[in-house]
């Protein structure tokens, strides 16, 4: 939604080959072997001859940060840290320098507090209204939801920044209302599923098709979502 979409480039078997930034989830280096993991994927890991200083030189400097001496992570997919792990988006757990801990909360309070800025401006706002336009008046409930994650406690927020007349209808409130506040502020209380769901399709680019809980108690709503931009997820409903 922002231009093209950054890479970078490597060379495999001597053939160039280009990785997107935003698919990099950590790469990690063992043997003068730097392994690049992309989430989303089930192949193995990207295996390259590259040190870590010379990877960091690649990335851009405010999305990746260096842990330890032999790791860099992706902080859009940073979750928590538990001991000496760091967890990542599914789970992933990486060993880290604890003598970083603070230089790294520091890193990713930065990352975030940037990227919630970013996507929070009206001229981010008037693209999606004007991309998503011909979905007002559409029979169907339809909203876009941005993934962002929360500088005071590190979990995932997920707010409404496009939704269509039928969708406000089926939650019961004006469009102007829903738009930029909670996926939590309106369905009360909702089952997890839901969060697998937006950090399966907004940040891994999955198409979900799911029946999940409704607003309602022992109701259910079918579920159709997918990636339009890197952080987004685009969701349209029917009854179940």
């Known amino acids: 939604m922002e231009g093209t979409e950054k890479t970078i480039t490597v060379r495999i078997n001597r053939k160039e080959r280009q990785i997107p930034v935003n698919s990099i989830m950590y790469a990690q280096v063992s043997d003068k072997l730097c392994a690049i993991h992309l989430y989303g994927e089930d192949t193995p890991p990207i295996r390259i001859f590259l040190t870590i200083a010379a990877l960091m030189e690649m990335l851009p400097k405010d999305q990746f940060y260096q842990i330890s001496r032999s790791c860099v992570i992706s902080l859009a997919h940073y979750q928590q840290m538990d001991g ?10 990486i060993p880290y320098s604890r003598k970083n801990r603070a230089q790294i909360r520091s890193a990713v309070s930065q990352y975030r507090t940037a990227y919630a800025e970013s996507h929070n401006n009206p001229q981010i706002q008037r693209q ?39 969708f ?34 907004s ?22 979502c997918y990636q339009p931009h890197y952080g987004f997820c685009a969701c349209m409903l029917m009854e179940g």
Not at 135 to 152: G, H, K, V
Not at 170 to 193: D, G, H, R, T
Not at 203 to 224: C, D, I, R, W, Y
């Open 84 to 93: 000496g792990d760091i967890i990542l988006t599914d789970n992933v757990r």
């Open 168 to 201: 406000a209808s089926y939650v019961s409130l004006p469009a102007y209302q829903l738009i930029n506040s909670s996926f939590f502020s309106v369905f009360q209380n909702p089952e997890p599923q839901w969060n697998l769901v937006f950090t399966q399709c």
């Open 128 to 166: 999606l209204m004007e991309e998503f336009h011909s979905f007002d008046r559409f029979p169907l409930p339809f909203c876009i939801i941005e993934t962002i994650a929360r500088e005071d406690n590190g979990m995932r927020d997920y707010l409404f920044r496009y939704v269509n007349d039928a």
């Open 203 to 224: 940040l891994q680019a999955q198409k979900v098709s799911a029946l999940l809980p409704g607003m309602e108690k022992n109701t259910a709503v079918q579920v159709f």
